[in-house]
Structures are given as structure tokens and as C-alpha cells.
């Protein structure tokens, strides 16, 4: 083998590697970012404003306990078919136990910091009088009442978190400033926890236009004026997000591991006077077809890459033929048979192009031999030889090249999509968001690789035959790791 041959192996891993790189992580913020805005952003959402002698005092941090502890403190509460713990301090969410089709998975990646905490400063107690609802109460030293409550979700209807703040004393109170907290991260499926923290981000959706307009926005550490349709903390397969309100609350602040604090603006309650802030939320799978059904854009946390529309595009397809196969991994194969026998006509053109070009090889050889030492004249004559023959030496890539969109939406689709979790295919392929535990499937695709590229006109350049050679064996170690889907 020459260098060239080396070279186009390395130039192949490479392509490879920054490609599949940029798609599947994302790059967190460089320390000396985070560290000169983390404290700023503290500062802004945990201070509460003291407009008055009664203002909330500032919250001290969170004493670190184990998860035993905590849960064992907890309420076990039934959210939206989830099994939660719900902690006296802040009310918070310490466990969420979503259930999956393997199973049920923990979204509360820590349960010392829990989710949607508020006033971490007082305990609050459950209200067992609610009905259809989940209540907390509590009671701040100055006389005012905090009413926390779980509102429900169903069809279209997002579930709520609903804050009450009570003055029942006789004199004006001032209820300050409170946060809304949510992470830091978020859990995930076991088959991805390894790679949980390079995936998982703040996001928010801009609010240009409805349903799927709107630019999904990165949120670095610091404070993020908006506005946003929505916010929220996103890894592969999971999100939780909230829709606050612009007038009730002020501008979202984000920090490392990913977190986003809301600040409700300050309100003086006059004796006998009350005020609610409402929130909706979504903490779940991110299943492209129950996430849309809330018009709300929720389903651009979904990353189908460049090619997005044409993503989306190839999931409703599959979605649609799984209605009739009733089999993930079937309607995968039927798919792609379809968009074989409909890219058939390029990929003709190519294999005619590298046909044509192989018989052209010896002639090219000769003009090689005849003008070595005048690379001009050959350039020149070959070009004429092409003319003349009618071919085209990019014959062979650009019909492939013209494909490549297509697989690529395909390829985030599958690697993104929730519905694939926990779906079988056939024997040993027990989950097609999982890699294959016995490596069957990338030792035949491999294979197959390999009897496709002697099936196919072998290429006229010799460097270009070994490079073929050995493209299955690589793309064989490429896709070992990759879900069997």
C-alpha cells in the first residue's frame, strides 16, 4: 500500500470523527466562562430583593444528604403516571420515576438539588385535603402563606405548577423575590448514561411565529433577557421545560451542569390580598408525536441535525409504516428498501459512470505514458478523451453525493428517536435504541459491504481498489457502538 492509500483511510476516520463528533456531543462552556458568570447569576436569582424589614432572607445552600435519606423524608405522589417523591424543603421533586417501555428511569439527576424547588428556605407540609391536585403549604416567620400545587396534565392540556402567596395578617406584606429551579442535568436511560453529561444542555425556543418556527437557542451560564416560547434542560431522550410568564418573572438565568433558575418579580400583598403565579411544564420522553400534540414547539427540542424538515419527514414516514407492520424494526427495513427503490435511478447513473470510466482506463494509461513529462498537455488531452466518450469523471460521486441529505436525516432520525426505545426486531434485537450486544448486525453490514463492492465495477485505479477493500472493515469498527436500529 502507498501513502495515498494511508492517506485516504486517515482522511476517512477523519471525516468520520468530526462529523459524528458535532452530532452526537455537545462542547460545554470553557471554565473560565462559567467562572466568571457563575457567581453573577447566583447573585441575580437566589438573593431575594429586601424592598422591606419582612423580605425573604437570602437561601442558604442545600446541606448535602444521601438519595436514601431524602426519599425516605418524601412524599410519594403519583404525577401524571410517574411515581414522584416530593420533599418537604422547597417542595421539591426529589425522584421522578418516568415510566418506559423497559421499565421505569430516574429523570432527577440530583436529588439533593431536586426539581422545581421553591423558598428552599421553608418546609412545606402536603395538603391532604386537596383533591384531584397535589398541595403543599407553608408558612413564612412574617405571617405569609405559600401554596404549592401540582395541577395535572390531560390531552392537550400541559400539566402546572401553581404558586399562592396569602397575606392573612393585618398589615401589608411584601412576598419578595422567589425562584423556580430546575437541575442541575437530567437522567436518563441506563444504555445512555455513560454519555448523559456530553448530551444533556439548556435550551429555549424563540418565539418567532407557531408550531415549529422558532430557533432553538443554546443557553450559556449567565442571564438570558428572551423572549422564549419556552425553557428547559434536554439530554437524547428526555427534556423537562417550563413556559413562564414574561410579566411574572424576570429574564431566565442558566448555569454549568446545566441548570435554569426563574425568578419571580417582587409583589406586596396588602392585608387579606393574594397573588398566584402559574406555570406549565413537560417532564418526559421526548416522543415526537405526543410532544406536538401540545402546539407549543415542544418538539424542536428533538435534534434531527441540518437536515431537520427532511428528518421529521422520514420519521412520520416510518411511524406510518409501523401502523401496518406493527414492528420497529420491520417498518426500518421496508423504509429503507422504499427509498432504495427510489434513489435507484442515481444510483444507476453511478454505476454506469464508474463502468464507463473503467473502460477508459487503458486509454488514459497510454496518454499517461505518452505525455509524462508534460502534465498540461495531459490534463488537456484527457479532458478531450472524456468529451469524446461522454464521461464524466464525477459521475460516480454525485449521484451519491445527491443521497447523502437523505441518509443523514435518516440516520438522526433513528439515532434520536424515542419510539425506537425498548423496541424489539427480532430474536437476539431486543432494543433498537441499543447497540447489538452480540455485534451481529454491524458484522453483517460489513460483509454485506464487502459483496457489494465486488458486485459493483471494480474501480480502475489500483490505490482506489485496496482503499475499497478495506472501507468495510472500518465501517464495521464505526458502527459496533451504534444502536442496532
Request: net charge positive; with cysteine.
Amino acid at each position: 500500500m502507498d501513502r495515498n492509500l494511508w492517506l485516504a483511510i486517515a482522511l476517512s476516520v477523519g471525516v468520520y470523527g468530526v462529523w459524528f463528533g458535532f452530532i452526537e456531543k455537545r462542547v460545554a462552556p470553557p471554565p473560565a466562562q462559567h467562572a466568571a458568570t457563575a457567581t453573577a447569576s447566583a447573585s441575580r436569582t437566589t438573593a431575594p430583593t429586601e424592598t422591606s424589614s419582612t423580605a425573604t432572607p437570602a437561601v442558604p445552600p442545600a446541606p448535602a444528604r444521601n438519595t436514601s435519606e431524602l426519599l425516605a423524608q418524601s412524599d410519594t405522589v403519583s404525577l401524571d403516571s410517574a411515581e414522584a417523591r416530593i420533599h418537604p424543603r422547597g417542595a421539591a421533586i426529589v425522584s421522578f420515576l418516568y415510566p418506559e417501555p423497559l421499565g421505569r428511569v430516574e429523570l432527577v439527576s440530583d436529588a439533593n438539588a431536586g426539581l422545581f424547588s421553591t423558598w428552599l428556605e421553608l418546609k412545606f407540609k402536603r395538603d391532604a385535603s386537596a383533591k384531584n391536585i397535589i398541595a403543599y403549604t407553608a408558612a413564612r416567620a412574617d405571617g405569609l402563606w405559600i401554596v404549592k400545587e401540582f395541577l395535572p396534565g390531560e390531552g392537550t392540556l400541559l400539566p402546572r405548577i401553581r404558586v399562592t402567596a396569602l397575606n392573612p395578617t393585618k398589615k401589608s406584606l411584601d412576598v419578595g423575590s422567589w425562584s423556580l429551579r430546575v437541575g442541575p442535568g437530567l437522567g436518563t436511560i441506563e444504555s445512555e448514561r455513560k454519555e448523559n453529561k456530553d448530551v444533556w444542555r439548556s435550551i429555549a425556543l424563540t418565539p418567532e411565529g407557531k408550531g415549529l418556527k422558532g430557533r432553538i437557542e443554546v443557553l450559556s451560564p449567565g442571564r438570558h433577557e428572551g423572549p422564549f416560547r419556552w425553557i428547559g434542560i434536554d439530554n437524547r431522550y428526555f427534556l423537562v421545560a417550563l413556559m413562564p410568564s414574561a410579566g411574572h418573572f424576570e429574564p431566565v438565568a442558566s448555569d454549568t451542569p446545566p441548570t435554569l433558575v426563574l425568578t419571580a418579580k417582587p409583589v406586596t400583598l396588602k392585608p387579606g390580598g393574594s397573588f398566584t403565579w402559574e406555570v406549565p411544564y413537560y417532564l418526559g420522553a421526548k416522543g415526537h408525536t405526543w410532544l406536538s400534540r401540545y402546539g407549543v414547539g415542544l418538539e424542536r427540542s428533538i435534534d434531527f441535525g441540518f437536515f431537520a424538515q427532511l428528518g421529521r419527514a422520514m420519521l412520520a414516514a416510518l411511524e406510518r409504516i409501523n401502523r401496518t407492520t406493527d414492528n420497529w424494526g420491520w417498518s426500518i427495513v421496508v423504509l429503507t428498501l422504499a427509498l432504495q427503490v427510489l434513489l435507484f435511478p442515481l444510483t444507476w447513473k453511478s454505476l454506469k459512470a464508474a463502468a464507463a470510466m473503467k473502460n477508459l482506463q487503458p486509454e488514459i494509461a497510454k496518454l499517461q505514458k505518452r505525455y509524462a513529462d508534460d502534465p498540461q498537455k495531459l490534463n488537456a488531452e484527457t479532458m478531450a478523451l472524456y468529451k469524446t466518450k461522454g464521461a464524466n469523471p464525477l459521475g460516480g460521486c454525485l449521484p451519491m453525493l445527491l443521497q447523502m441529505p437523505i441518509f443523514l436525516a435518516l440516520f438522526n432520525a433513528l439515532r434520536n428517536s424515542w419510539e425506537l426505545h425498548g423496541a424489539t426486531w427480532i430474536f437476539w434485537v431486543q432494543d433498537l435504541s441499543a447497540k447489538d450486544p452480540y455485534y451481529v448486525l454491524p458484522i453483517v453490514m460489513g460483509g454485506l459491504m464487502f459483496l457489494q463492492s465486488k458486485l459493483n465495477p471494480p474501480a480502475g485505479d489500483k490505490t482506489m481498489q485496496q482503499m475499497m477493500m478495506f472501507m468495510p472493515l472500518i465501517f464495521t469498527f464505526m458502527f459496533l457502538n451504534f444502536p442496532s436500529g
